[in-house]
């Protein structure tokens, strides 16, 4: 039986960079297909999984990294997805969420076949992690009211690459079941 995560990609956020302006209404408009996923999958014992970028401070734990984002710019985009108690974390430098971290040892030790990618940003960091994933051979969904963009345009090609070239589903947050 297939097993999959949710991982959120790069939403503890400060929204302090020179894209926000263009993210941030995208981030709003994906917010509540993420933490509608969020809660499903908590409720389903999916295992949850963070992977965020630490800013280049390398000293950082996931609370910090959680408590820089919420004195951000922007809180009230963080504060509905905020990491709970049970929540897995992975640390990031790039735009994969496989480059670099030991995410593929944590799913193999869950015991992982498919993923559900949200978070941000489509067209860079969801695009890389799901050609990655692919390469892994584990399965990919990418929930297209679950994710922000910078570039619509450039957003709906990654939709595209990653169906046509990774075989992954691209499918709205309602029809995802655990």
Not at 78 to 96: C, G, I, N, Q, W
Request: proline content about 4%.
């Amino acid at each position: 039986m297939a097993k999959d995560a949710l991982v959120v990609i790069d939403m503890l956020n400060t929204y302090r960079h020179e894209d926000a302006e263009r993210l941030v209404p995208s981030v709003t408009r994906a917010l509540p297909g993420i933490v509608d996923l969020l809660r499903r999958a908590r409720a389903a014992g999916v295992p949850v999984i963070y992977a965020n970028d630490n800013f280049g401070r390398w000293r950082s734990h996931h609370g910090q990294i959680l408590d820089m984002a919420l004195s951000g710019d922007h809180p009230e985009l963080v504060e509905p997805v905020r990491p709970d108690d049970d929540s897995l974390f992975v640390v990031k430098a790039r735009h994969s969420i496989f480059y670099e971290t030991p995410l593929a040892y944590l799913l193999r030790g869950l015991e992982v076949d498919g993923l559900v990618l949200t978070g941000q940003v489509t067209e860079q960091c969801v695009l890389y992690s799901a050609l990655d994933a692919h390469i892994r051979h584990l399965g990919v969904t990418v929930p297209r009211d679950a994710v922000a963009h910078i570039h619509g345009d450039l957003a709906d090609a990654a939709l595209r690459m990653v169906e046509r070239n990774m075989s992954g589903r691209i499918v709205d947050a309602a029809d995802i079941s655990w």
